[in-house]
């Protein structure tokens, strides 16, 4: 077997080895000229002249460009929902992504409300595994808190390689968690190094929005972007913003829809927050003036949540914020339900399935919008549409780079393909596509995934059930080396201070405010005892300081004792005369 | 018989009153003008003025006369675990007259699950008794249920109440969730109310809390510790969502940090009606002080939120003051002595909260943004007195000098120059949290009803002469512009055919919305149509209440025929 010989016969041809002659290799940080020779999907040499076998599969590049393949953060295959279950399975929805150029997919394990977590990963585990056709891992989203989800986040951190766990204020009543909630799941999240996802709506809002638009005898779609304003959004992002800065928690906001969405995520990295933004295919691509179609079955099409914003100006907006890296990585939340499905919501808004295609159109749609507009150059592509999720989700560089020892995962990139989106011609289960008529610029010409080529004029060569599962660690470099040194400074210490020892007022009824710590009232003395013997025996009391989780290794300053906080009873230069004025 | 010399004022103060020469200030202009007074309420304004003999007249020698402030903060006499604030209504209000305030509004505060009129009744009681000036009531909204609302009803339509305040802050005990947020400020919205908001995250400050205490700190500093300045931004940016949707005005007491400060002025670049209340605390002294080694003077600190222990802070609210981003200033002044914040000795979560700030408001606004340049003597007037009677639906009663307005005013000395302590004060506080600060301007004589309350340096209050002065709903300027919001945002629905294709079974609903009879048809929905109900818009019916257009219809044959849904776009 010498060199490629036709199309005829690819499929049986394509083996382990493959190389690239003459490609533009594409990274995020520089483009070069090199050839590529992979062996058993791992890049194993690159550079001019390569020594490899004989026999060996070439693809000549022409000078086009390589780069990693693209990976799709957020999509939902095969959902459930209501005893439904969305249009596009792992088979489906995988070979649309690799059709579109993206060649690695992250998923979300959705438990409903009284399914441990374990249990439902392991469902969707046998799910992907069953029909994914390409590598794909797992986010897996906390629909409840209680004292065994925090067991079952750390299984999952420690056994089964999930390092995302996404929380919702939106959805109240089913999947939404409190405040309190969320502060509790952010300070685990944390300690197990994980990285906190949101869906971003203020869901007590929205309800009370619903009920209203539903009482004005609204019931199409219009009704549900008018009762989620992007206001709702972007309160709900600017609370958990707060939240994860309270607990040192790094955040990423999922389905960045909105500019003041964006701008709230924008601002907040200005103030140093660790904070991530993913705005979605159809954000990025098309508006939600579509609501106001009359064609029900085209405006349910777009129903997602947060909605996509009637403001026509938002998906070159959040292109522009894409482009300048105020947001960073792109998905597709591609969940798609059929048009029969979402008619279960034909006379009341509130009950049509959520979700919007995008997985196969991403890519494309990207390049489009920002590379072909000059908003971004090719690298800063990569780097948003691969390489920084790679990076967040801790797989790189083995995934999201081009690079001796990375998987085979690559996309040869035609910058001057254009096609028409269409739903007849698309690779969904759906009648509809929301990018319907979308005359885009860029696309791949092949897709190579684990070594093996799987898009190549423009035929699809998929197997179903070759994807693996790609387990991540904890503690992502990109995400904690920024948590880990606020984690050391942000030690807080008591004043030292004499004991208060003028009159104190007699109190008579319940204290106007419940503190979590009991025993308040007995004496100062007694009461330190009690707090040190809470920091050094059994008490259930987590030392944020003293806990025993690993920061990925050892650290320099492990054998230093950290100091605990003290009360001085007498200060160097005595007491403070504590009850004399000034 | 004119000003014969301070020994005899007391007894002369009749309810006759001539300002000769001095220079009227009001929010809009400054002029030269005499004013003369007569029952409580300005008469005449102008030049060579005719008034009855034997009138007494206070030479004012060119200088400033501006309408006497008004408090829009306080909490005199607040009951607190069977004990009281120190400051009563008499002390209260003698120490803003002695301020050159001469109206506060006290915050009602009913035990949660109490009822809202029985509170009312008992406050209004209190400061009958005692106020030595006029005085309005805010009242708090502690918990929320149908009796609430028939209380909230009643107190707007007949007790001359138009402002309550909810709290977002305090778990457990005053907090609500932001479902009944929305529904209260839906309800304030539709009979003119203003929603005020103590703005905190309660949540997330009582998980904090537990972690301070936790970690051994339980001085005051951990107040400040436990709630950082985000969680005071964090609740406003919700609250101004929250008002923005159920098109409600929103009115935001105690502004204490920078980020507080800039989302309100964000919401209001954004057009949001949104009012932001700074005290007297955030404008004039930090949060330094939490870390004082005298704990006694660290607790006299504490309040909620709490003061930023970012120093650059008290400049910057008075910019924002001045620039028109935050709109009135009250004191919320709370004074407790050092016995009773030494309840929270061991806990800093027990201590109780509140700082004084009602003597010093005005002359502190003076020396901070005033003598600094950032603002006019207009605006002074404007953010010290005016803009706050505006928001209580009182203007031109109150907050201007005019023909018939009250006969609240001030004459004030810009060259004084004191230093502010507790020895002096007229708090019955031991600590003063200004303490020793020099602050140039003063008030120079303080007129009340009509009568000479301070001259020369003396007070001559009467404890009960106080009226209440109810407020009417609807303030033009808050609700002229809600009005006019309400009117726009009439919402419709889509007149489409109906979707005749196949429908998918479903078993479980999610996300499904309380509204029970949400699949029976449109027409026979309980639809409550916010534009026919019946509230009339502060007075008699005007045009404005006929429905501007058709309620939401389904047309199910619509002209043209049907579209054909289940085909493709």
């Not at chain 1, 080396?481 to 030690?491: C, D, G, P, V, Y």
């Not at chain 2, 007894?11 to 003008?33: E, M, P, W, Y």
């Not at chain 2, 206070?58 to 009281?84: C, L, S, W």
């Not at chain 2, 002595?337 to 010093?360: C, L, M, R, W, Y």
């Amino acid at each position: 077997m010498s060199g490629y010989q036709g199309k005829k016969n690819i499929p049986k041809i394509t083996s382990d080895r493959l190389l690239i002659k003459g490609a533009k290799i594409v990274n995020d940080d520089q483009s070069f000229l090199a050839d590529i020779y992979m062996e058993d999907g791992v890049i194993k040499q690159i550079g001019d002249n390569l020594i490899v076998p004989g026999g060996v599969k070439i693809i000549e590049a022409h000078g086009r460009m390589v780069m990693p393949g693209g990976i799709d953060v957020h999509t939902r295959f095969q959902m459930p929902d209501r005893g439904m279950v969305a249009a596009d399975d792992f088979y489906q929805g995988t070979r649309a992504a690799l059709a579109g150029g993206t060649t690695m997919i992250i998923d979300h394990v959705v438990p409903e409300p009284g399914v441990s977590l374990v249990t439902a990963f392991k469902q969707w585990r046998e799910w992907a595994d069953s029909k994914s056709c390409c590598d794909y891992s797992l986010h897996v989203d906390i629909t409840e808190w209680n004292n065994s989800t925090q067991e079952e986040m750390e299984t999952l951190v420690k056994d089964h390689g999930v390092n995302s766990f996404l929380v919702y204020l939106a959805y109240k009543d089913v999947f939404q968690l409190s405040d309190s909630q969320i502060y509790e799941v952010f300070s685990v999240v944390r300690d197990l190094g994980a990285i906190a996802q949101v869906h971003a709506e203020n869901g007590d809002i929205v309800a009370e929005e619903q009920k209203r638009i539903l009482e004005l005898g609204i019931a199409g779609p219009e009704g549900h972007v008018l009762s989620r304003p992007e206001e709702v959004e972007a309160e709900a992002v600017n609370r958990s913003v707060t939240i994860a800065n309270q607990t040192n928690c790094p955040l990423y906001i999922t389905k960045v829809m909105s500019k003041s969405a964006a701008d709230v995520i924008a601002l907040a990295r200005k103030k140093g927050a660790v904070v991530y933004g993913e705005p979605i295919s159809a954000s990025l691509g098309t508006d939600g003036t579509h609501y106001w179609s009359k064609n029900w079955a085209k405006a349910a099409a777009f129903v997602t949540s947060p909605p996509l914003s009637p403001d026509p100006t938002t998906p070159d907006y959040l292109n522009s914020l894409l482009s300048c890296g105020d947001l960073q990585v792109t998905g597709s939340a591609h969940c798609t339900f059929h048009t029969s499905q979402r008619a279960v919501g034909k006379d009341n808004f509130t009950m049509i399935p959520e979700g919007t295609n995008g997985t196969e159109e991403r890519m494309s749609l990207v390049w489009d919008k920002c590379v072909v507009t000059g908003k971004m150059d090719e690298n800063q592509f990569v780097a948003v549409t691969s390489t920084n999720a790679a990076k967040i989700f801790n797989l790189y560089p083995r995934k999201g780079r081009i690079d001796v020892g990375s998987d085979a995962d690559l996309v040869l990139w035609d910058p001057d393909l254009t096609k028409i989106i269409s739903a007849k011609s698309h690779n969904l289960a759906v009648e509809y596509n929301i990018f319907e008529g979308t005359e885009v610029r860029g696309g791949p010409l092949v897709v190579i995934s684990q070594g093996k080529i799987v898009l190549e004029e423009g035929t699809l060569h998929t197997t179903e059930g070759c994807g693996r599962y790609v387990s991540r660690k904890p503690f992502s470099d990109h995400v904690y080396k920024r948590i880990k040194a606020r984690s050391r400074l942000t030690e807080l210490r008591g004043v030292p201070r004499g004991q208060y020892d003028g009159p104190v007022c007699e109190v008579t009824v319940t204290p106007k405010v419940m503190s979590t710590v009991s025993s308040m009232k007995t004496s100062p003395a007694k009461q330190q005892q009690q707090q040190q013997q809470q920091q050094y025996t059994h008490q259930p009391v987590r030392n944020l300081h003293q806990s025993g989780f690993s920061l990925s290794g050892a650290q320099i300053d492990d054998n230093v004792p950290r100091r605990t906080t003290q009360r001085i009873v007498a200060p160097p230069g005595g007491k403070a005369n504590i009850t004399s004025l000034g | 018989m004119s000003y014969q010399g301070k020994k005899n004022i007391p007894k002369i103060t009749s309810d006759r009153l001539l300002i000769k020469g001095g220079r009227i200030v009001n929010d809009d202009q400054s002029f030269h003008a005499d004013i003369y007074m007569e029952d409580g309420l300005i008469k005449q304004i102008g030049d060579n003025l005719i008034v009855p003999g034997g009138v007494k007249t206070i030479e004012a020698n060119g200088k400033m006369v501006i309408p006497g402030g008004i408090d829009i903060h306080t909490h005199f006499q607040m009951p607190y675990r069977g004990t009281t604030t120190v400051d009563d209504f008499a002390q209260g209000s003698k120490a803003a007259l002695a301020g050159g305030t001469t109206m506060i509004v006290d915050h009602v505060i009913p035990e949660p699950g109490s009822s809202l009129l029985e509170a009312y009744d008992q406050w209004r009681q209190w400061a009958d008794e005692k106020a030595c000036c006029d005085y309005s009531l805010h009242v708090d909204v502690t918990h929320w249920d149908d009796s609430v609302k028939q209380e909230l009803d009643n107190l707007i339509k007949e007790k001359g109440v138009n402002s309550f305040q909810v709290y977002m802050a305090y778990k457990d005990y005053y907090q609500m969730s932001n479902s009944e947020l929305y529904e209260v400020f839906t309800f304030l919205a539709e009979r003119g109310g203003i929603a005020q908001i103590h703005a905190e995250n309660g949540e997330i400050i009582a998980k904090e809390q537990g972690r301070m205490l936790q970690m051994g700190i339980t001085g005051p500093e951990g107040h400040v510790l436990s709630r950082p300045e985000e969680l005071e931004a964090e609740a406003v940016f919700r609250a101004v969502t929250i008002a923005s949707q159920t098109n409600c005005p929103l009115y935001v007491t105690r502004v204490m940090s920078k980020s507080a400060a800039d989302i309100i002025s964000q919401a209001r670049k954004k057009g949001n009606v949104v009012f932001g209340e700074p005290i007297t605390a955030s404008l004039g002294t930090d949060g330094t002080h939490y870390w004082s080694k005298n704990w006694a003077k660290a607790a006299s600190f504490v309040t909620s939120p709490p003061l930023s222990p970012d120093p650059t802070t008290p400049d910057y609210l008075n910019t924002l003051l001045a620039s028109g981003d935050l709109s009135v200033t009250g004191s919320a002044h709370c004074t407790f002595s050092v016995a009773q914040k030494a309840i929270g000795k061991d806990d800093f979560t027990q201590i109780p909260e509140g700082v004084n700030g009602v003597e010093e408001r005005m002359v502190l606004i003076w020396d901070k943004a005033v003598t600094t340049g950032k603002m006019d003597e207009n605006v002074f007037v404007a953010v010290t007195s005016t803009n706050a009677a505006k928001i209580l639906n009182l203007y031109p009663r109150k907050g201007r000098i005019a023909v018939g307005s009250d006969a609240d005013l001030v004459i004030w000395d810009t060259d004084a120059v004191r230093t502010i302590t507790a020895k002096t004060h007229n708090s019955a506080a031991e600590y003063n949290v200004f303490e020793g600060m020099e602050l140039r301007g003063a008030p120079l004589v303080v007129i009340c009803q009509g009568k000479i309350v301070l001259e020369d340096g003396n007070l001559h209050a009467t404890s009960g002469v106080g009226r209440f002065i109810p407020c009417s709903p609807f303030p033009d300027f808050a609700y002229k512009r809600i009005k006019a919001r309400k009117q726009l945002a009439v919402l419709r629905a889509v007149p489409r055919g109906m979707y005749d294709g196949p429908v998918s079974e479903f078993s479980m609903s999610r996300g499904g919305t309380p509204s029970a009879s949400a699949r029976t048809s449109p027409t026979k929905q309980p639809v409550r149509n916010l534009h026919q109900s019946g509230f009339s818009l502060a007075g008699p019916p005007t045009p404005e209440d006929v429905p501007i257009r058709p309620p939401g219809r389904r047309i199910v044959v619509p002209p043209g025929g049907r579209s054909n849904i289940t085909s493709l776009s």
